[in-house]
């Protein structure tokens, strides 16, 4: 069907807006289907408004009922994390975001934790790495106002408070007494700055648009953006466009982390050898380009993530189906990604050292509504009954081979608020008699 195409999701941090908004949301930057609706848009703004996150949730239930309704992406499934480790190591565990939580990684042998990577694309500066082999870095050698376990759950990192009464202007009071591994003290100024470095158009970085909610921020000129304020040296303030009730659930992400003063000064280079504030830090000279990078703990750190082990070695591998084989051998330690090749025997070969679980990572299918056929009345009658030729389940067991789950909406089970419930999520089910009904009903409108 020429124009329709299959579109893929990753939540950047855990709530359901992180779906809805961008992808959905009228005009948002990764609305590639052009969905617009006045009902939707109105309802998410009703849920950034609410006083909490478990009220919004609601309104964004709601919001999806819309969806379910007008099928502007067609829902297939939600991916699973599925990945291994070796007989080396205990306490493994991974996140919400397909991530293992390497921290708390134990190993009886006290050597460095072996785990597979990728190169980072970009110096490990947290508003220029939107890629996977980076970021991970990235996030073990930062942390933010607050952090995420494993369920997705946000905790208080460096936050000591982050406090609203409209949704809209937030203030937020950081621990004192914590530094960056150069000793620079970390406080309000070290978020200002860097958020002001991330969002200035000139500096191109990767993740800017992160702050495009924050008053001031410009995607044509350099701006400095005027909502943030520093009161003190653990006090700043942050003025919304609009109310977010899930503002302070995102600020777990890479993009939001603190930059020492050191950094501006040459900020290639500073990403080429880090100075961070999380659980690690980059051992100095151990990353060589294309084959690995070490990082050991920071023993100035204090946070709900310190290491548990003596350090974490990444391997660049060049194919997955190496480091499964090095896996096998007991030659590594962590494996995040478990090859397709292996799909169907990595469960037998691993035994209880196999991972296959829910991730936060939606699939669907899009036909845009401008396409011929696809518009109006006739246009939803039609996405409905393409839904309900599909046998997700079928497909999930046969082809993934159980590694994708069929998805009951539009975000993923692995989010608080998730349900699988919604009304008119009847759409979603395989039902090809219905499908065909509902096929004739739109060639009733206009015969294909």
Not at 189 to 210: E, R
């Amino acid at each position: 069907m020429t124009g329709a195409f299959r579109t893929g999701w990753q939540a950047d941090y855990p709530t359901l807006y992180n779906f809805l908004g961008p992808l959905y949301g009228t005009g948002a930057g990764s609305n590639d289907g052009d969905y617009s609706s006045d009902e939707f848009d109105s309802i998410i703004k009703q849920g950034l408004s609410a006083p909490s996150i478990d009220e919004a949730n609601v309104f964004f239930d709601q919001a999806q009922e819309v969806l379910l309704a007008d099928l502007p992406s067609i829902p297939l499934w939600y991916s699973n994390v599925t990945g291994g480790y070796s007989e080396n190591v205990d306490n493994v565990e991974f996140g919400w975001n397909s991530v293992p939580l390497y921290y708390q990684v134990t190993k009886a042998d006290g050597t460095a934790v072996l785990a597979n990577g990728s190169e980072p694309e970009n110096p490990l500066v947290p508003t220029n790495t939107n890629e996977v082999g980076g970021g991970r870095i990235i996030d073990m050698i930062f942390t933010g106002l607050v952090s995420y376990d494993a369920a997705g759950e946000a905790r208080n990192e460096l936050a000591e408070s982050i406090t609203s009464e409209d949704q809209q202007n937030w203030t937020i009071k950081i621990k004192p007494g914590t530094t960056f591994t150069n000793g620079e003290p970390v406080t309000a100024q070290s978020f200002v700055d860097a958020w002001n470095y991330g969002a200035l158009l000139s500096n191109a970085q990767k993740s800017s648009y992160f702050f495009e909610e924050i008053a001031g921020f410009s995607y044509e000129e350099d701006s400095e953006l005027t909502g943030l304020a520093v009161v003190d040296e653990t006090t700043f303030t942050v003025a919304l466009n609009q109310p977010n009730a899930a503002f302070p659930l995102q600020l777990g992400y890479s993009a939001y982390f603190p930059l020492p003063e050191s950094a501006y000064a040459d900020m290639d280079a500073f990403g080429t050898a880090p100075v961070g504030n999380g659980p690690y830090q980059v051992v100095e000279g151990s990353w060589q380009n294309n084959v690995s990078i070490e990082l050991e703990p920071n023993e100035q750190y204090s946070g709900p993530r310190e290491a548990q082990n003596s350090g974490v070695k990444f391997t660049f591998y060049e194919s997955q189906d190496a480091a499964y084989n090095d896996l096998l051998a007991n030659n590594l330690d962590i494996l995040d990604a478990i090859p397709d090749s292996a799909f169907g025997t990595y469960e037998g070969e691993l035994g209880e050292r196999a991972v296959n679980q829910p991730a936060a990572i939606f699939q669907s299918f899009t036909i845009p509504q401008e396409l011929e056929h696809f518009e109006g009345e006739e246009g939803v009658l039609r996405r409905q009954a393409i839904s309900l030729a599909i046998d997700r389940q079928s497909i999930t067991d046969t082809i993934f081979l159980g590694t994708r789950t069929p998805a009951s909406d539009f975000t993923s089970p692995v989010i608080a608020g998730w349900s699988d419930s919604l009304a008119g999520s009847d759409v979603l089910q395989y039902d090809p008699e219905r499908a065909k009904d509902l096929w004739e009903q739109a060639n009733e409108i206009n015969p294909w």
